[in-house]
T-cell receptor
Framework: AQKVTQAQTEISVVEKEDVTLDCVYETRDTTYYLFWYKQPPSGELVFLIR??????QNEISGRYSWNFQKSTSSFNFTITASQVVDSAVYFCALSGEGAQKLVFGQGTRLTINP | NAGVTQTPKFQVLKTGQSMTLQCAQDMNHEYMSWYRQDPGMGLRLIHY???????DQGEVPNGYNVSRSTTEDFPLRLLSAAPSQTSVYFC????????????FGPGTRLTVL
């Protein structure tokens, strides 16, 4: 069975600090996909990134970066120089081939204090 | 494109009442799904569909029915609401050529008294 664990329930930092959100996954599939979604206070789910199991290259998008390590089954998300607008709940998710079935972690509530 | 739309945004039901949560997308996506979000549990898959006329169960299907008569619409029916179905419901869709990125609707907050 597939499982995603986000051990950090809540994180609170001061603006401009760097923060890393951890995600550990379990799957027996050889082909799978990993995702991060952001849920701001308004409640919608915003897609941030998708990574497939064959691509372990780290990715950077502005202040956001993702570190995918198959050896440790982790897909961590780092926000550099955090801003108040980054405050949200962040979900890590996993799917096998054909992503009709997303398995989500419990989410990490990130609060950036001014 | 309006993307994925859901109605209503909020709903309060009494135990035993029935209702249908509406979901529509205008992106010609083949795949559509329903998830529920409960505190501390992330989102869990209720039902999904890979195309018109085809539906299947997800992780928590009990108490919910779905049908997919058109590509655009994927309604979720609660036949006899229970307090345990109090949750936020999200509909999602994705294209068959990009099946691995789902785009979510704004959600429906349902309270069952």
């Amino acid at each position: 069975a597939q499982k995603v664990t986000q051990a950090q329930t809540e994180i609170s930092v001061v603006e401009k600090e760097d923060v890393t959100l951890d995600c550990v996954y379990e799957t027996r599939d050889t082909t799978y996909y990993l995702f991060w979604y952001k849920q701001p206070p308004s409640g919608e789910l915003v897609f941030l990134i998708r990574r497939n199991s064959f691509d372990e290259q780290n990715e950077i998008s502005g202040r956001y970066s993702w570190n995918f390590q198959k050896s440790t089954s982790s897909f961590n998300f780092t926000i550099t120089a955090s801003q108040v607008v980054d405050s949200a709940v962040y979900f890590c998710a996993l799917s096998g081939e054909g992503a009709q079935k997303l398995v989500f972690g419990q989410g990490t509530r990130l609060t950036i204090n001014p | 494109n309006a993307g994925v739309t859901q109605t209503p945004k909020f709903q309060v039901l009494k135990t035993g009442q029935s209702m249908t949560l509406q979901c529509a997308q205008d992106m010609n996506h083949e795949y559509m799904s329903w998830y529920r979000q409960d505190p501390g549990m992330g989102l869990r898959l209720i039902h999904y569909s890979v195309g018109a006329g085809i539906t299947d169960q997800g992780e928590v299907p009990n108490g919910y029915n779905v049908s997919r008569s058109t590509t655009e619409d994927f309604p979720l029916r609660l036949l006899s609401a229970a307090p345990s179905q109090t949750s936020v419901y999200f509909c999602a869709s994705s294209h068959h050529l990009d099946t691995d990125t789902q785009y979510f609707g704004p959600g429906t907050r349902l309270t069952v008294l």
